[in-house]
Each structure stands twice: as C-alpha cells, then as structure tokens.
C-alpha cells in the first residue's frame, strides 16, 4: 500500500510530472494526516484546506491522498455534493432536524470526505453547508476540500455575507489552511496541442462547426447516428443534434441558453464519453446593471429572496456561468469535449462577472486537449 507521498514521488518518476515546491509542501501534509488516518490517531483540526490559482495541482494533490486510501474516503467534486445534500434533505423532509439525519447517512459510509471545488455563491447554500459541516465535524470527520480561494475570501461580496462569516470562521478553525501557489501552470505543460478545439476554418474551407461535425462523423464510424433526437435530462427535455451510442452533439444554444443547472450537466456526463459543441460564441464583455431573474439555476443562481435586485453583469454571463458549470463536470468525470468555437482560446470571455472562475474553465479546456486527460478515465 503507497502512501500519498510514494505515489507522487513515483509519478514524477514514472509519467514524467514535474517537480513542484508548492505541491510538496501540500502533499507532505497530505502524508502526515494519511499516515495518522493509518495509526487510528486523528488529532481535531487535521483536516486540510488546500488553495491557490487554477492549474496548480490542488485536485491532483487530493487524489493522490484518495488513491493511498484506496476507498476507503468519498471523493466528490461540489457539485456532486450539493446534489447529493439536497436529494438527501428532500428524502428526510418531515423529520425534526433532516440535516442532523444527512450527517449521520453519510458518516456511516464514510468519515473521510474529500471535496474538490469548494465555493461559494449563494447564502442559502453557504448556512445549509456551513450547519452541515458544524454537525460533520463534531461526529469525527476528516475532511480534505480545495479551493480557488482561502477561506477568507470565500463568497466574497456576496449578498448577506455576513451570515456566512461564523462558517468560515469554523473552517479556519477545523481545517489546516495550505497554498498552492507556485509559479508553475501544470496544465499549460500538459495540453501541447489543441486537437478538440476548433476554431479557424481548414485549408479544405470548412467552419469550425463543420469541422467538429466531420469529426463527430469520422469518430461514430459505422455506427448509427440518430438525428435531432430529443433527450430527458433532469426531467427537462434538452435537444441533441446527433447521437451515436455514447457520443452526442450540440449546439451551444441547446446546452447553455435558458434555465439549465449543474444537475443537467452531471447526468449528462453520466451517459456521455464524448460530447461535441457547436457553434460556442465569444462570451462577457461590457458590465450592466441588470434585474436577477427568479428561479434562476442552481449552485451559480443568487437567492431568490434578493431576486429582482439590481446585478452587475456582462452580456452572455448568464451562458458562461452554465457553461463553466459544464466544463467543470465533464472535467471532473474526464468526459471528453471537442468545440467549435467563435475565437482562440484566450479570446473567448473578454470579461465580466465571472471573470474570475472562467480562468478555471480556461486552464481546463487546455488541459483537455492533453495525451494524459484523453486515456484517463474516472
């Protein structure tokens, strides 16, 4: 059995991963709390809060811990989790304190949780997470959670934020807070080509979206494509241009325009190993002032109690949310993507709202085009 430390000293071994200073200092004390997991001598507050810039290495680091503990810790990305949380409250909803019943179920299968994206963007989450956590952490769990940013600056000018400050004060309490900061993007050292990324017509004088669809064609073979088909997701019909098997087509406008939320994109990539994009416009641009819609998705939607207040947003941030939503979940799940696209990469949000978290999009669509993300799988 390796511990974290052996696997990533044998990764930079074996399949040539760098040596990074900040990734180190994460993974020794990855070590140290796998190696007191191991002894049955878990010291309170050895929980582990890992933080830095997109590409550093953060979801790696934890899965080099979760790969030590073979199982034996539930790897979940937020999402996931709060799909999870709210399938789980709705299931106990009656009882006298269904949250209380939520920690319990999820304790009895495993007391070390391993959480990958933690953030937050709406208080309504933020309270039902934070009591939720509160009641984890006096029942014994280990958690180990990465995020962009230190806890600190979690929900940073959010709505009713204030509520939210008792939870972070608790995680900075419960939790070792670690950065990963170093200079290195270890994405941009993977991804060398942009083979599922088009954006430029060809010597033969196609469109990027006649390009990916010559691709989808070449890839489904022999194989039967069925043709604007109508699919149930989430109990919301979503329209596909082509299926063939496992592989499905889209326009961007069928996955990203209108009400769509994580969940949609979780069960897609349950059914997909493949999806092709149509048609992805460039995205931001001016900020203005604009009234929040009610019922707006979940995990990226503002709470509906403020709905109608005035949000500075960019035009087509409503569509970049989802879409950094999507790319989030086929990354987690290793889902492959190949898109046509309006402009280069580094063009394709000219700023806005979400600024911020379509970094993370971006330096995850480079690293989708590497050799090692196309063979790995869940």
Known sequence: ?????????????????????????????????????ERGSVAPGSSLYLWGPVGRGKTYVMDCFCRALQGRAQRLHYYRFMQYLHSQLRAYQGNK???VLVAKELLSKHKILCLDEFFVSDIADAMLLGRL???????????????????????????????????????QQ???????????DHRLAKGQSFNNYYFAASGSGLSASEQVVQRFESDAGDRLI???????????SVECLYQCEDLYCFSFQQLFV??????????????????????????????????????TEDTYNINQRVANRPFVMAKGDDEARRFIS????????RTQVVMAVAVALPKLYLGG????EFQRATSRIIEMQSTQYCAEEV
């Open 133 to 171: 956590l509160k009641v984890l952490f006096e029942q014994g769990l280990i958690l180990v959670t990465t995020s962009n940013v230190e806890p600190a600056e979690l929900y940073l000018d959010g709505l009713q934020r204030d509520r939210f400050l008792p939870a972070i004060a608790m995680l």
């Open 353 to 356: 709202r979400v600024e911020f």
């Open 258 to 295: 209108g009400p769509r939320s994580a969940n949609d994109y979780i069960a897609l990539s349950k059914i997909a190993s493949c999806i092709y994009l149509l048609d992805v416009p460039q995205l931001g641009g001016v900020l203005n002032e604009r009234k929040v819609a009610r019922g």
């Open 97 to 99: 304190d269904p949250l």
């Open 226 to 236: 069925n043709r604007d088909l109508l699919l149930n997701i989430e109990s919301r």
């Open 1 to 37: 059995m390796s511990s974290p430390l052996q696997i990533y000293k044998a990764d930079i071994r074996e399949k040539g991963h760098l040596d990074d200073r900040a990734q180190t200092q994460a993974i020794m004390a990855l070590d140290q709390l796998y190696q007191s997991i």
């Open 174 to 184: 419960q939790l070792q807070v670690i950065s990963l900061r170093g200079e290195i």
């Open 326 to 333: 999507f790319i989030d979940e086929v990354y987690d799940q």
